[in-house]
């Protein structure tokens, strides 16, 4: 069992920047794959980032790719998405998932987090 916390969303400008953090329980951090998704009022939850579960290999949804980062520190059981150069279209409730490997679609995740709310006026 995992259990996930997302923190550090807020209101942002175009053109700024926000960190956000995955904070998991359990001694078993290292054994999943964590990702990222999104969620915008209407929408499907979107697919952003993925990261293995070393850290070693990464992967990108195309509308993020050159502006997030996705990382991990295993020994603090967080995963990170450090967001740059945000725009309008970021605009959604972010939620870290894990699961044992990467996968893109979001009903392939067996744990969610509660999400963090990002917003991205223009």
């Known amino acids: 069992q995992v259990q996930l916390v997302e923190s550090g969303g807020g209101l942002v400008q175009a053109g700024g920047s926000l960190r956000l953090s995955c904070a998991a329980s359990?001694?078993?951090?290292?054994?999943?794959?964590m990702a990222w998704f999104r969620q915008a009022p209407g929408n499907e939850r979107e697919f952003v980032a993925a990261?293995?579960?070393?850290?070693?290999?990464?992967y990108y949804a195309d509308s993020v790719k050159g502006r997030f980062t996705i990382s991990r520190d295993n020994a603090k059981n967080t995963v990170y998405l450090q967001m740059n150069s945000l725009k309008p279209e970021d605009t959604a409730v972010y939620y870290c998932?894990?699961?044992?490997?990467?996968?893109?679609?979001?009903?392939?995740?067996?744990?969610w987090g509660q999400g963090t709310q990002v917003t991205v006026s223009s």
């Open positions: 359990g001694r078993t951090f290292s054994s999943y794959a």
């Open positions: 990261i293995s579960r070393s850290g070693a290999n990464t």
């Open positions: 998932g894990a699961r044992t490997v990467v996968v893109t679609t979001a009903s392939g995740y067996d744990y």
